[in-house]
């Protein structure tokens, strides 16, 4: 059999990376695995939060109706104007959270983590398409959430800022989508992940404004309120749809994005370590 010395001529050595710029052909890939993983099964995913939403909605001005308008920002706000984009912003960072916490817990749980951590992707890749398809799952789901708010508030859903709604969205998807990352890496089952979202996302979600004005709080606890990154988050993408906020919205864009890039920093450093992931 004739021999071809000339075949492995071209191969790079050992260690050499063969993809030096960005891998857009797996980072595409990562992407759309994220998000066929939950558009599959949509009605659960990005259905079934809107109808949760709308049925808060509903629930808490019927049960709050006496209560009249809120003050926020120096203005009277109706109560359902109030919590509508709370509720729509509260959708999207539980389902943020809820993607991206999945991603690599179940593939450690099903012995399919190798299909993360072997294709030719860099760690910035990795991590750019996990929270990418967690960022598109929240903004499916607020997305849903407002058309739903339409059709029960009517025109008073139509934000006044687009750019805020926008904005303030994705720096908290962004956040929640890193902080998922975090929980899939640390998490050795599914208990651990739901602890996370019942004892940390659940509870600042719940305490950020969303059904209250902070105003109303005393001083003690609206110090307390303001070291809530949900709050900074509610207030913005607030101020989106009614124009006021509880505080100047140029602090709470810089206070999620610090706690953005601060979560995917870390989240960086845990994927290249190979932390609970390699071992």
């Not at 009249?68 to 109706?78: D, K, S």
């Not at 509508?84 to 916490?101: D, K, R, Y």
């Not at 750019?128 to 598109?136: E, H, Q, Y």
């Not at 709080?217 to 749809?241: C, E, V």
Request: glycine share 8%; charged share 10%.
């Amino acid at each position: 059999m004739p021999s071809h010395p000339e075949i492995g001529q071209n191969l790079p050595e050992p260690g050499v990376p063969v993809i030096r710029n960005v891998n857009w052909g797996g980072l595409k890939t990562i992407y759309i695995k994220e998000v066929r993983r939950f558009f599959k099964v949509q009605l659960q995913t990005i259905w079934a939060p809107a109808i949760s939403q709308l049925l808060l909605m509903v629930v808490f001005t019927t049960a709050l109706s006496a209560r009249g308008a809120v003050h926020v920002g120096g203005a009277e706000v109706p109560f359902a104007i109030f919590i509508a984009p709370g509720l729509i912003v509260m959708g999207m960072l539980n389902n943020a959270f809820a993607n991206s916490s999945f991603s690599l817990l179940v593939g450690k749980i099903q012995g399919t983590i190798v299909d993360y951590l072997m294709p030719p992707l860099s760690t910035s890749e990795l991590l750019f398409g996990i929270v990418a398809g967690a960022v598109t799952r929240a903004f499916m789901v607020g997305g849903t959430v407002w058309l739903a708010m339409l059709l029960y508030l009517g025109s008073e859903a139509i934000p006044q800022h687009v750019w805020a709604v926008l904005w303030f969205g994705l720096l908290g998807s962004v956040l929640l989508a890193c902080l998922g990352v975090l929980t899939s890496i640390w998490a050795e089952k599914f208990d651990h992940a739901a602890a996370v979202t019942n004892f940390v996302v659940a509870p600042l979600a719940l305490l950020s404004g969303t059904f209250y004005s902070v105003e109303r709080l005393a001083p003690t606890f609206q110090a307390i309120s303001h070291a809530n990154p949900f709050f900074y988050i509610i207030s913005g993408f607030r101020y989106g749809f009614i124009g006021v906020a509880d505080l100047p919205i140029l602090i709470g864009s810089l206070v999620i994005l610090a706690l953005d890039v601060a979560l995917a920093l870390i989240c960086y450093a845990l994927l290249r370590s190979g932390w609970k992931l390699k071992n």
